[in-house]
């Protein structure tokens, strides 16, 4: 599976590929930049696709992370695989990241959690069903989110 960005609730999602190795950590850096410049510091990891990381991925991790709480945010992690979720506890990566089983489990976490920014919030849509997990593909780099998203990304 490609590379994805979607939102849930909200939270804004990045479905990753089955390698997040040190090709694709230019993709992740930007996808993670981007978002975080429109006012989306809540971010879900999707590592349901993910069978091998390696140690540059793992470093541009750490720094979204870092970059996501500095925002007034956080990174959850989704779905991993069990191997890849051993590395995080072999390297201690589990005291830094959540572990969630769903997206949706990992998005509702921050319902819970006051906004911590000046920006509003990312708006949940009225109804169930534009609530769901909604994927939206990549285009030349850009993250492409839905135009009700993008609201206040003019400013």
Request: charged share 25%; with cysteine.
């Amino acid at each position: 599976m490609a590379w994805g960005v979607s939102k849930c609730r909200s939270a804004i999602v990045i479905q990753c590929g089955e390698e997040c190795n040190m090709d694709c950590t230019p993709t992740f850096e930007n996808m993670m930049s981007q978002i975080l410049e429109r006012g989306h510091p809540r971010v879900v990891l999707d590592l349901s696709e993910v069978d091998y990381m390696d140690s540059k991925f793992l470093g541009a991790l750490s720094g979204a992370l870092k970059s996501t709480r500095a925002a007034g945010g956080d990174l959850q992690i989704a779905n991993p695989r069990n191997h890849i979720w051993t590395l995080f506890e072999t390297i201690r990566y589990d005291t830094l990241f959540a572990r969630y089983e769903t997206i949706e489990d990992a998005a509702m976490s921050f319902d819970s959690r006051p906004e911590q920014l000046d920006s509003e919030p990312v708006q949940e849509s009225s109804s169930a069903q534009e609530n769901e997990h909604q994927e939206q593909k990549w285009g030349s780099g850009d993250v492409q989110l839905n135009p009700e998203d993008q609201e206040g990304d003019s400013e």
